[in-house]
């Protein structure tokens, strides 16, 4: 049976960043998702809601936690309050991650949407960061579905050693919120 895993779009290389690309390569997500026993579904919960290209949507007041709960907002660069929108489409890729019985969800973090453990705190541009996530990483872990983040190479690393890869890399490093950077 093979590991079913929700990732984001752009980690799967589909060009719905904000600025149309993909943000880039990620070697060990798209090493992951290429093993023949990974079963992957892409989703962008952000391109889903806006589009692309977008304006940068950033939390404000909050993490994802707070933004369910109503105490902090999703607020674009632009300044509009795309709380709601954000909300419908985290709950589509939770929707999309039960439609294929995913066992875990790898996110891109930093991200409004998907940030796993580490998102920015208010606009993106001052570079201040807090640890907690996105608002469709939060839907997901209260729905029971654990996520990791693209930058978790030891997390990443011990699921290559589960799925049988010989030279699993990394399982003597950090996770992304293990290390000192955002603080």
């Given at each position: 049976?093979?590991?079913?895993?929700?990732?984001?779009?752009?980690?799967?290389?589909?060009?719905?960043?904000?600025?149309?690309?993909?943000?880039?390569?990620?070697?060990?997500a798209r090493r992951?998702?290429?093993?023949?026993n990974v079963q992957?579904?892409?989703?962008?919960?952000e391109e889903e809601?806006?589009?692309?290209?977008?304006?940068?949507?950033?939390?404000?007041?909050?993490?994802?936690?707070?933004?369910?709960?109503?105490?902090?907002?999703?607020?674009?660069?632009?300044?509009?309050?795309?709380?709601?929108?954000?909300?419908?489409?985290?709950?589509?890729?939770?929707?999309?991650?039960?439609?294929?019985?995913?066992?875990?969800?790898?996110?891109?973090?930093?991200?409004?949407?998907?940030?796993?453990?580490?998102?920015?705190?208010?606009?993106?541009?001052?570079?201040?960061?807090?640890?907690?996530?996105?608002?469709?990483?939060?839907?997901?872990?209260?729905?029971?579905?654990?996520?990791?983040?693209?930058?978790?190479?030891?997390?990443?690393?011990?699921?290559?050693?589960?799925?049988?890869?010989?030279?699993?890399?990394?399982?003597?490093?950090?996770?992304?919120?293990?290390?000192?950077?955002?603080?």
């Amino acid at each position: 049976m093979p590991l079913r895993v929700l990732v984001s779009g752009c980690l799967a290389g589909r060009l719905c960043g904000v600025d149309g690309t993909s943000y880039g390569e990620h070697p060990l997500a798209r090493r992951l998702l290429e093993l023949p026993n990974v079963q992957a579904v892409a989703f962008c919960p952000e391109e889903e809601a806006f589009g692309t290209p977008r304006a940068m949507p950033d939390i404000h007041g909050g993490d994802g936690f707070d933004v369910l709960d109503g105490r902090a907002r999703v607020i674009s660069d632009a300044g509009d309050d795309w709380t709601g929108a954000m909300l419908r489409s985290a709950l589509r890729m939770k929707d999309i991650a039960v439609q294929h019985g995913v066992h875990l969800a790898v996110l891109t973090d930093i991200s409004a949407a998907c940030g796993s453990t580490v998102i920015s705190d208010g606009p993106r541009r001052l570079k201040v960061y807090r640890r907690g996530p996105g608002v469709a990483a939060a839907v997901l872990i209260r729905s029971g579905i654990p996520v990791v983040s693209q930058r978790d190479e030891r997390t990443l690393g011990l699921l290559f050693t589960k799925l049988g890869v010989a030279d699993a890399p990394f399982t003597d490093r950090a996770d992304h919120h293990e290390r000192p950077w955002y603080q």
